[in-house]
Nanobody, 124 residues
Framework: QVQLVESGGGLVQAGGSLRLSCTAS????????MGWFRQAPGKEREFVAT?????????DYADSVKGRFTVSRDNAKSTVYLQMNSLTPEDTAVYYC????????????????WGQGTQVTVSS
């Protein structure tokens, strides 16, 4: 079992930045690739970013966040980060981190463990 806890969400003005953190406990963090997803009210959960399990892991991003968001991980701290810059109101959502064995993935049903989510609200 892996427990995931997100933090760092909040209210920010358009153009601002936030950094989300997701800290894992339980099984060996370095065995898991990590993903970030988000869900806005009335919308499906969507892929944001993913990073593979090794410490300098490869990454992938949704087109909507490419160039603005950066995913990284610190295996010594069992934590994955999502640095979000140039935020827009369209980024408003609950953000979830997720963990899976093996390489990274863009689809949420490939992930085995989920955090409880953290709210990000971007005002115009």
């Amino acid at each position: 079992q892996v427990q995931l806890v997100e933090s760092g969400g909040g209210l920010v003005q358009a153009g601002g930045s936030l950094r989300l953190s997701c800290t894992a406990s339980g099984r060996t963090f370095s065995s898991y690739s990590m993903g970030w997803f988000r869900q806005a009210p009335g919308k499906e959960r969507e892929f944001v970013a993913t990073i593979s399990y090794w410490s300098t892991g490869s990454t992938d991003y949704a087109d909507s966040v490419k160039g603005r968001f950066t995913v990284s991980r610190d295996n010594a701290k069992s934590t994955v980060y999502l640095q979000m810059n140039s935020l827009t109101p369209e980024d408003t959502a609950v953000y979830y981190c997720a963990a899976k064995y093996g390489g990274w993935a863009r689809t949420y049903d490939e992930y085995h463990y989920w955090g409880q989510g953290t709210q990000v609200t971007v005002s115009s």
